[in-house]
């Protein structure tokens, strides 16, 4: 298969690329527009979305990007790269930052709050678990989380998350505080699919199940049977597994 990227200006790089590697495949680190000639997919991993922007925008990354979204390759964002995908984001810090586009929502930036309202949550995944088999749910590590508050015609949900009625949520870095006791019981999207885009809220770089990763390789492969016959054989539930960072079991 083709080489995968990993943008690599801040944030989870290195958990993106040793969940990789975990499955047979080296991912490389991408910093300037040239690298992104040598990939064919790329992944946006988490960190904080305002850096990753300005830092972006320093090395003249964002017309390559769009360029590369735009030309129909996989790309993955995850956290911070499910931001950087939307075609619209709220709860932004006075003045936005820019976005590369190409997925059809609305993302709530920090939409669960600040770092202190991180938490992780049992997610209900059919369409990962009918594709990569193993349970019915996904262990979700949110971490200043962003919500995907509408979706286009042609974004396929793949996960929602219940707030539970007693949860405070800040709905931007105003802090303006919302009781979710006073309304009813919602649910948001923090997991998507358009096309060859991908997008996920949370954070599967740090755990130990790849299903995620795997997914997104089969998107990104032309010739799906060869992609899933290398994945199977590099992933391994042996008990004995030796990880190379620190992540959730």
Same mark, same amino acid.
């Given at each position: $298969? ?6 690599? #200006? ?9 969940? #990789?590697? +975990?499955?047979?495949? !080296?991912?490389? *680190?991408? +910093? ?19 850096? $990753?922007? !300005? ?9 390559? #990007? %769009?360029?590369?979204?735009? $030309? ?14 939307? &075609?619209? /984001? ?18 709530? +930036? &920090?939409?669960?709050? %600040? ?20 349970? *019915?749910?996904? +262990?979700?590590?949110?971490? %200043?989380?962003? /919500? ?17 009625? &007693? ?18 019981? !919602? ?23 790849? %299903? ?6 089969? $998107? ?8 899933? &016959? ?20």
């Amino acid at each position: $298969m083709g080489v995968v990227g990993v943008l690599a #200006l801040q944030g989870s790089f290195n958990e993106h690329i040793a969940a #990789l590697r +975990r499955l047979g495949v !080296k991912g490389v *680190e991408i +910093r300037k527009p040239e690298h992104l000639q040598s990939i064919s997919s790329l992944i946006i991993p988490g960190g904080e979305s305002t850096t $990753m922007a !300005k830092l972006a925008e320093f090395h003249n990354l964002f017309p390559a #990007l %769009r360029e590369f979204v735009q $030309m129909g390759k996989p790309v993955w964002g995850t956290c911070a790269g499910l931001i950087f995908l939307a &075609n619209k /984001a709220v709860g932004q810090k006075e003045g936005g930052q820019e976005l590369v586009g190409g997925l059809d929502c609305t993302v709530h +930036r &920090n939409y669960f709050g %600040r770092q202190i309202q991180s938490f992780e949550a049992e997610l209900v995944v059919p369409e990962l678990a009918s594709k990569e088999g193993g349970p *019915e749910t996904f +262990r979700g590590v949110f971490i %200043r989380a962003p /919500a995907i508050l509408e979706v286009g015609p042609e974004v396929e949900v793949l996960a929602d998350y219940h707030i539970p009625s &007693n949860k405070v949520l800040y709905s931007s870095s105003a802090v303006e505080i919302h009781e979710e006791s006073a309304v009813p019981e !919602k649910k948001v999207i923090v997991a998507v699919k358009q096309g060859k885009l991908l997008g996920t809220a949370f954070h599967p770089e740090l755990t130990a199940d790849t %299903r995620w990763h795997s997914y997104f390789l089969k $998107m990104a492969s032309d010739i799906e049977g060869a992609t899933s &016959n290398a994945i199977v054989a590099a992933s391994s539930s042996d008990p004995q597994t030796k990880y190379d960072l620190p992540i959730f079991r």
